[in-house]
């Protein structure tokens, strides 16, 4: 993958941290990573605001619904961890 150095400014402390957690992958690699995560979650965002202009906002019943759902698909990906299951193509 081609890549191309740029200068940025960052608050002294931030860098600080972010140097001593990047360790072993790098500084580009973590700040790669992290504009990487920016980007998909400016994605999903722009996803969610045509979709409430197009469908309507969320209702809480529904939120209450799609957060039971993932609760449910967190504690099969648990079960399904701790059964020694890894394979992601494994039928329920």
């Known amino acids: 993958m081609a890549t ?32 990487r995560f920016k980007r998909d979650r400016d994605r999903l965002l722009e996803l969610v605001d045509w979709l409430q202009e197009e469908h309507g906002a969320v209702t809480e019943d529904e939120r209450t619904a799609a957060l039971s759902e993932l609760e449910d698909l967190d504690a099969e990906h648990e079960r399904r961890l701790t059964a020694g299951g890894h394979n992601a193509g494994e039928a329920a």
């Open 4 to 35: 191309k150095k740029v200068t940025v400014t960052i608050p002294e402390d931030l860098l600080d941290e972010i140097r001593a957690e990047a360790a072993e992958r790098g500084l580009s690699a973590y700040v790669a990573e992290a504009l």
